[in-house]
């Protein structure tokens, strides 16, 4: 899912994310709360209309935002009190505001409150917060009007510890939701770790509904990420990367704005059937990088989100075809 | 002709020109000259290429932006010497250098190279400065390789004196170009005396051949002037007031961030056609300009774009069915 922080992925249009394939969007409940402002959203139809984006959007809790406040935020049984990185001004988010808003987004998909937890963190902590977020997500689930037909998913926590991970797990299937996401990782834990979380996390969910690990990730961790049973991801990277002129290709990464592209007139990937590498050559994406022009944001953006969306459906792809572990091992290949 | 100062019209990309009706672009000679540099956009086939635009490119020949540089520069009877605003390096900027610029870019029209003269001069310095521009446009055209197809336009100076303007075009007719257009306007005389200026100088120039006033206008200007015979116009306004959050309506400029806007759930011009108009609202427009997002740029500059060149469609219609009068009255009556 392409990250849409404020009601707009950075630089697309609508029509162009449905171009490079995006089934689905995320968009930022803390964001969009603070700014600007749910009830606004409500009242202009929801976010939908108001970004003009037919398609699903899945939006998350606020509670990764908010406990990424630091010394502006503190955690009550009953909610969180933190302050806007905006303005300053005092904010109460519990359970049943976060779910609130997310309705008043009009989501499609939203996501259960929990307590992003930071690593490195002590089983202590980690088995009371855990136990918190549970009860966090049977309030959300309280909340949840699923009269407009929208889906609601809780969200795994239990750090980097088997049976926190499988007590919170079971937690959140006695409530019952429609997906299951994993949380807390991509928090600094390392790829290794963050796998190890994956394979012993996941077989404990049903395989019959969506299972998603968010804020992941790299084209690598996408790869072993869906090897390992994950149906769906979200993540800055594609769209922030663009914007800092770092490009995906079949073959790695590349900086645009480095000298030896100065005169290179190919295109960013020569594998890739993008409109941005059908039609544009590396000195031009350089120069505009370097000139400091939009197009550059958004000629970037296109192609890395359609790298990202390419590569989820081509794992779709191989997975039908029963050779996932050949594209697995190509893939890597190509990036040697 | 929007204004592709950089080989981008910033913020739009080529198929979004052509949805918004763009015949011509034009693409600043000295920009492209510092940056990437005409032989590096020559060696990857020319602007077309290089930016993936078909339609064709109007070329400035340099002098505006080079006499705007105060105390960088110096003018001497072979051209003038500058200093880049980039890195202060030393450049010496002939008639024949502007004309092979300009021919490496690939340009369709090409300018002669004159001096844009600051208003208010002394008339002493208007004529002296004309006569000289007149010989470089003799220059401008020995240099000028015909055999690519491209066309040379000259250009009248002569300040704001009739007699100066009349001496200035009588020069240019009988070195003969392909088109005429109007310099040294809009730097800061004033509607009026630029009115003047275009009554006694556009009948001087032959109307079977197009008539350009560079560097202007206003929505009213570009009425008043096609009022008079003008044929082509350059701006930056709709694309730099787009970025500045100014958009252009049938009734007049609004500037979207005000707060008025929040809640308006209706499109910027409700008489515009526009992609933006029909699928955005100003609640949108405007918590996007003040997100500072870059798909503010992006819709701002579409739809203002489209309002300039529908208003100027909107004129050639109304000429063609002879009554451009009646959209001159119109025009102004939506607008009080």
Redesign the interface.
Known sequence: MPVGT???V????PETLEQVGAQIILANTYHLYL??GHD?VR???GLHR???WDRPILTDSGGFQVFSLGDLRKITEEGVHFQSHLDGSRHFLTPELSIDIQQALGADILMAFDECIPYPSSKAYVADSSDMSARWAQRSKQAHDREDGSALFGIVQGGMFPDLREKSAADLLEIGFDGYALGGLSVGEGAEVMYEVMDYTLPLLPDDQPRYVMGVGTPENLVEGVGRGVDMFDCVMPTRNA?NGLLFTTFGKIGIKQARY??D?GPIDPECSCYVCS???R??LR??Y??N???A??LNTHHNLHYYLNLMQEMRTAIEAGRFSDFRGEFYRKRQ
Chains 1, 2 share one sequence.
């Open positions: 404020l009601g707009t950075k630089g697309m249009l700014r600007p606004l009242e202009i139809g108001f970004m003009n914007r100065l005169r007139d039609n544009y050559c000195a031009y120069h505009l370097r000139s022009e939009v197009l944001s958004v």
